[in-house]
């Protein structure tokens, strides 16, 4: 019977993961690191594969070069969420290069420390992308605003598991130095290939920014507790009349960088007016005028509602089912059939109710 090792089983799965990704773009360019990322980890889990499953022993330098390049490609993927440039652009990137310089240097010339330096690698990064993960959802402003939630899951995720790596190389180090390394095949084989397929999951979902899965986005950004100040006020009105004047909610790839910048403010000062204001998170806020605008299509149109939830600035179902129900407490065919068509009355009433859910998030709309 041929034997298949699981690290390739894994390996096409992140392949499939890959080719959604860039798929799912919807024409637009997908992040060229997040790309790069995940193609390295199918090649690392290939690499395992023949490694572990066959006993290739000659393919352990290109398993610790491809290990040296997964920290700094995770961390250049999270950290070019913060920036609206081009990532190809971003200054310092030739330094993040240097960790798999050095490893290739060490293959060559020095192979004792090997161990050591992808050990330093990925406590390192990992540090760094707990630090970024530390700042919040706010930090990520580049990030689609109806994915920032599920972008910022995938960067905590990614944060464990490469300092989960840096430690799990000081158990295998622990083990060559106490047993000669009875335990470590095991240990390695299983380890990676459960890590590889958990990053390369994340690193799909942040490279798409999909919308999370869970019920509610409840606050992650918020700053509850706190009293909104005057400015907050401000702000608040400013950008619930930029967004009106506008239609700003129709724009799928809105990011709180580019409210920002509309509003010639920091990305800290607009998402903590919206969550002092607003009691709510700014992508909250956002889908609240995208619910709105596919209420009025909803009752004044015809048109199939996958066609309304486009026109809305949704950019899949699921989140566009999921943000509907929370902001109206029905599904929008159920909603439709309850309001097409309505009357005078029942119209004024859906209006004052939605301009009041705005007003007034935690009341809700049409209990």
């Not at 690191?33 to 499953?53: E, H």
């Not at 910022?152 to 106490?178: C, H, K, M, N, P």
């Not at 943000?323 to 005078?344: D, H, I, Q």
Request: proline content about 5%; aromatic content about 8%; overall charge neutral.
């Amino acid at each position: 019977m041929l034997f298949v090792p699981l690290p390739f089983v894994v390996a096409f799965l992140l392949l499939i993961l890959l080719v959604q990704m860039i798929r799912r773009n919807d024409g637009n360019a997908p992040n060229p690191f997040f790309t790069a990322l995940i193609a390295v980890y199918v090649l690392q889990s290939v690499v395992i594969g023949v490694r572990w499953g066959y006993g290739v022993l000659q393919i352990l330098p290109i398993q610790a070069v491809l290990a040296a390049i997964i920290p700094s490609l995770a961390w250049l993927s999270f950290e070019g969420l913060r920036e609206g440039r081009s990532p190809l652009k971003r200054p310092l990137l030739l330094l993040h290069a240097l960790p798999a310089l050095l490893i290739v240097g060490f293959v060559a010339f020095w192979p004792a420390p090997i161990s050591l330096a992808l050990i330093l690698i990925f406590l390192g990064y990992g540090i760094a992308l707990t630090w970024l993960a530390w700042a919040g959802p706010n930090a990520l402003g580049s990030s689609r605003l109806d994915g920032v939630i599920s972008t910022y899951r995938a960067l905590q995720v990614t944060a464990f598991s490469i300092l989960a790596s840096g430690l799990i190389d000081i158990v295998i180090s622990l083990d060559f130095a106490e047993t000669g390394g009875v335990y470590s095949g095991g240990i390695v084989a299983f380890g990676n290939v459960l890590a590889l397929f958990i990053l390369g999951t994340a690193a799909t979902v942040a490279g798409t920014s999909q919308p999370p899965s869970e019920a509610a986005e409840e606050g992650a950004e918020a700053t509850s507790v706190i009293v909104a100040s005057e400015e907050d006020a401000q702000i608040a009105a400013s950008l619930d009349t930029l967004m009106q004047s506008r239609t700003l909610y129709r724009d799928a790839d809105l990011n709180l960088n580019r409210l920002a910048r509309k509003m010639g403010l920091s990305i800290r000062q607009v998402s903590t007016a919206i969550n002092r204001v607003k009691a709510m998170s700014v992508s909250q806020y956002v889908n609240d005028f995208r619910v709105r605008e596919a209420c009025r299509l909803l009752a004044d149109t015809d048109e199939p509602i996958t066609r309304i939830m486009f026109d809305a600035g949704f950019q899949t179902k699921s989140n566009f089912n999921r943000e509907f129900l929370r902001v109206t407490g029905m599904s929008p065919k159920a909603w439709r059939s309850a309001n097409l068509p309505p009357s005078g009355g029942e119209r004024i009433f859906l209006d004052l109710a939605l301009a009041k859910s705005l007003e007034n998030p935690r009341e809700g709309i049409l209990q």
